[in-house]
């Protein structure tokens, strides 16, 4: 069984920064991608920023510059250095992976329970 471990979700000050990292643990042969994705109340889930196992990212156009991933592919984790939060990135957040578990032969999406992050103006 995948599980994915999140942690650093908190209350901020707009301008502040934060990391929310996510690990997963447990029999994996192998990651293809993790990423956070967020949903705020009333609204659908969104893709934040994603990586891939060679290292390639792509974000939303919300948090271009202000947000950066990266990933430890040796401990399955993946981070998300988020600065200059505004209210408007009030949202629990998610991380997501991509996962060939061991003694699989198929990759398939697993998610984590979520953090809260919350900016106050």
């Known amino acids: 069984q995948v599980q994915l471990v999140e942690s650093g979700g908190e209350l901020v000050h707009a301008g502040d920064s934060l990391r929310l990292s996510c690990t997963a643990p447990g029999s994996i042969f192998s990651i293809n991608a993790m990423g956070w994705y967020r949903q705020a109340p009333g609204k659908e889930r969104e893709l934040v920023a994603r990586?891939?196992?060679?290292?390639?990212?792509n974000y939303a156009d919300s948090v271009k510059g202000r947000f950066t991933i990266s990933s430890d592919n040796s401990k399955n984790t993946v981070f998300l250095q988020m600065s200059s939060l505004i209210p408007e990135d009030t949202a629990v957040y998610y991380c997501y992976a991509r996962v060939r578990p061991s003694g699989g032969s198929y990759y398939s999406d697993y998610w984590g329970q979520g953090t809260q992050v919350t900016v106050s103006s």
């Open positions: 990586i891939t196992r060679g290292g390639s990212t």
